[in-house]
């Protein structure tokens, strides 16, 4: 079973940059495929805030950035508000399951 | 403006079947693919299937397969997930997403606003 490991929790004062980490534990994941990362405040579904490790859908802010290292990814916000406090998720592909798995998602607080 | 509107959830017995339905709009229904997702109450995200764009192709969580069939209409621009022999397990809010595949995997661009499923006697 393939496992994309987040910290359950991180927080932070308004204007301080965090970091959430996603650790992949399969090798059918690895280097080969993508980690994107979804925001889902409060009582909304999910959004797509990063793809392709490091890209930005148009709209979402600069603050927000991504970057991806072997079998490890992190998303970073810098600048951080109010508005930032939700739930975060990484997400790839595992191909032996030919299906995606996501983190296990962190909660961020300001 | 991309839009997915999901319907079709509600409270249903184990052992019970139930259709949820996706209307998409905004986009060519046959250029993306269509993923159903899910979130269990208080828990985190979890993939259930994909319906490929072309629809040729189908894949399932192994949570779900043999239950569950992801389909679509392309007439009604509807992508489907029919539910069978549901566990209390299943209880989630499932979501429909407009779906991109690609050589580096597969990426949920667009979500809907999701709709509640209940299995519970």
């Known amino acids: 079973q393939s496992v994309l490991t987040q910290p359950p929790s991180v927080s932070g004062a308004p204007g301080q940059r965090v970091t959430i980490s996603c650790t992949v534990s399969?090798?059918?994941?690895?280097?080969?495929?993508?980690v994107h990362w979804y925001q889902q405040l409060p009582g909304t579904a999910p959004k797509l805030l990063i793809y392709g490790n490091n890209n930005r859908p148009s709209g979402v802010p600069d603050r927000f950035s991504g970057s991806k290292s072997g079998t490890s990814a992190s998303l970073a916000i810098s600048g951080l508000q109010a508005e930032d406090e939700a739930d975060y998720y990484c997400q790839s592909y595992d191909n032996s399951l030919s299906g995606s798995v996501f983190g296990t998602g962190t909660k961020v607080t300001v | 403006e991309v839009q997915l509107v999901e319907s079709g959830g509600g409270l249903v017995q184990p052992g019970g079947s139930l259709r949820l339905s996706c209307v998409v709009s905004?986009?060519?229904?046959?250029?993306?693919?269509k993923s159903w997702v899910r979130q269990a109450p208080g828990k985190g995200l979890e993939w259930v299937a994909d319906i490929s764009g072309s629809g040729g192709s189908t894949f399932y969580a192994d949570s779900v397969k043999g239950r569950f069939t992801i389909s679509r209409d392309n007439s009604r621009d509807t992508v489907y997930l029919q539910m069978n022999s549901l566990r209390a397990e299943d209880t989630a809010v499932y979501y429909c997403t407009k779906t991109t595949m690609g050589v580096r995997g597969v990426k949920f661009d667009s979500w809907g606003q999701g709709t509640l499923v209940t299995v519970s006697s």
């Open positions: 905004g986009f060519t229904f046959t250029t993306y693919a």
């Open positions: 399969s090798s059918n994941i690895g280097a080969d495929y993508d």
